[in-house]
């Protein structure tokens, strides 16, 4: 969405875009109440500091890039940030809409570091390429790629360590039918 179409605000298409803003935050922080707690948060700056958002620029890269800020901004306060995401695996299952999700494929996903997770978010369940993937999180694009090439070989290690999980148990599966642009 470009801001051409929502001429001097921006409301209308973070409105637009809140299903997926919301799962986005729910799966940085690990839960929904945080997610929700944290979205509301950068929306609100968002909406304060609307003069920042550059015309032209997709306007879907620009709020998930300020959200990630956001949760950044807020861990610098925190002794150990990244135990700041863990939730256990049911709880983590509902941010996917399942309330009985592949237990494998659920405790695989919990156990990545949150810059992983949403790299997988935003590439297979955003469908962005890896060029905005990375500006989004901050990174260059061959971050993107070497981030997915751990979880590729992080989820065969796990899958030769469990040999009763079928080899069909992907991460894929939580976005079926996408894949990198």
């Known amino acids: 969405m470009q801001a051409e179409e929502f001429h001097d605000s921006i409301r209308p298409g973070l409105i637009a875009m809140l299903p997926r803003l919301k799962r986005f935050a729910d799966l940085l922080v690990g839960e929904r109440a945080h997610g929700t707690a944290l979205l509301g948060r950068a929306l609100n700056r968002m909406l304060i500091e609307q003069h920042r958002y550059q015309r032209g620029t997709a306007l879907d890269r620009w709020a998930f890039a300020e959200i990630y800020r956001q949760w950044l901004n807020e861990l610098k306060d925190h002794a150990d940030p990244m135990s700041h995401a863990k939730t256990d695996d049911a709880s983590f299952a509902l941010l996917f809409g399942q309330e009985q999700g592949d237990a494998f494929t659920v405790s695989f ?73």
């Open 109 to 181: 996903l919990r156990s990545l570091p949150p810059q992983q997770r949403l790299t997988l978010l935003l590439v297979y369940g955003e469908r962005f390429d890896y060029i905005d993937a990375g500006r989004v999180l901050d990174v260059p694009s061959e971050t993107i790629g070497a981030r997915l090439v751990r979880i590729s070989a992080s989820l065969a290690d796990r899958l030769s360590a469990n040999e009763q999980t079928p080899a069909i148990a992907t991460v894929a599966t939580l976005y079926p039918g996408n894949g990198p642009s």
